[in-house]
T-cell receptor, first 115, second 120 residues
Framework: KAGVTQTPRYLIKTRGQQVTLSCSPISGHRSVSWYQQTPGQGLQFLFE???????NKGNFPGRFSGRQFSNSRSEMNVSTLELGDSALYLC??????????????FGSGTRLTVV | GENVEQHPSTLSVQEGDSAVIKCTYS??????FPWYKQELGKGPQLIIDIRSNVGEKKDQRIAVTLNKTAKHFSLHITETQPEDSAVYFCAASGIGMRGAGGTSYGKLTFGQGTILTVHP
C-alpha cells in the first residue's frame, strides 16, 4: 500500500514569504502529526490532527499553522518565513484514535530552505 | 514536559558485532517507546516499539529492553551489517494520556539520535 506522501520534496523560499506543505496519509489513517527536524534541535513536534480537529500542539509560534481535510489529507502553513525555519518538515500518520497505539508512519519529508 | 536523552551520539562497530543505544526519559507517565531508523534523504522508519507493560521485545536481530523503575530503555542490534548504518532515534509518548495542558495525542518526544556506522 502507498505510504505517507509529502509534497513538494524540496522548496526554496525567501524571508518574509509564506509556504504551504502537503501531506497525504496512508489510506485509512485518520491521525496526522507534523514534525520539524533540524541538526540543532532534532525532531520537534508541531501539531496533530484527527478528524479535522487539532488535538495537540507543540511549542512553536503562531506563524506555524495547519489543517486537516475530510479525506484526512493535511497541510501545514508557515507565514512570514525566517531563516531559522529552514528544516526538514515531516508528516506522520496513524490509524488509531489513540495515535500511539498502532505506531506512526513517517513520510520522506519536505526540505524547506529559507534564503 | 517529557525529556529524552540518548547516548551515544555516534557509534562505530565492525560488521558482525553488536550495537547498543541507550535512552532515558523523564516523565514516568510515558508508556510507549518506539525506535526509528533514518537513512539519508528519507523519513524515520519504525523498526521496533515497546509498551510499558512489557520488559523486553525482540524482532530477529533487533531487541528493545525497558526498565520503568530507572526510566531507561535500550536498543540492541546483533550481528550488525553495513546496511544497518543509519541514524537511530528513540522516542517516548503516552498512549491516551491527558496532561494538564492538553493531551499527548500524536506527540513523540525524540532523543537527539545516534549515528551508527557498521564497517565491513
Amino acid at each position: 500500500k502507498a505510504g505517507v506522501t509529502q509534497t513538494p520534496r524540496y522548496l526554496i523560499k525567501t524571508r518574509g514569504q509564506q509556504v504551504t506543505l502537503s501531506c497525504s496519509p496512508i489510506s485509512g489513517h485518520r491521525s496526522v502529526s507534523w514534525y520539524q527536524q533540524t541538526p540543532g534541535q532534532g525532531l520537534q513536534f508541531l501539531f496533530e490532527y484527527f478528524s479535522e480537529t487539532q488535538r495537540n500542539k507543540g511549542n512553536f509560534p503562531g506563524r506555524f499553522s495547519g489543517r486537516q481535510f475530510s479525506n484526512s489529507r493535511s497541510e501545514m502553513n508557515v507565514s512570514t518565513l525566517e531563516l531559522g525555519d529552514s528544516a526538514l518538515y515531516l508528516c506522520a500518520s496513524s490509524r488509531s484514535l489513540d495515535s500511539a497505539f498502532y505506531g506512526y508512519t513517517f513520510g520522506s519529508g519536505t526540505r524547506l530552505t529559507v534564503v | 514536559g517529557e525529556n529524552v536523552e540518548q547516548h551515544p551520539s555516534t557509534l562505530s562497530v565492525q560488521e558482525g558485532d553488536s550495537a547498543v543505544i541507550k535512552c532515558t526519559y523523564s516523565d514516568s507517565a510515558s508508556n510507549y517507546f518506539p525506535w526509528y531508523k533514518q537513512e539519508l534523504g528519507k523519513g524515520p522508519q519504525l523498526i521496533i516499539d515497546i509498551r510499558s507493560n512489557v520488559g523486553e521485545k525482540k524482532d530477529q536481530r533487533i531487541a528493545v529492553t525497558l526498565n520503568k523503575t530507572a526510566k531507561h530503555f535500550s536498543l540492541h542490534i546483533t550481528e550488525t551489517q553495513p546496511e544497518d548504518s543509519a541514524v537511530y532515534f528513540c522516542a517516548a509518548s503516552g498512549i491516551g494520556m491527558r496532561g494538564a495542558g492538553g493531551t499527548s495525542y500524536g506527540k513523540l518526544t525524540f532523543g537527539q539520535g545516534t549515528i551508527l556506522t557498521v564497517h565491513p
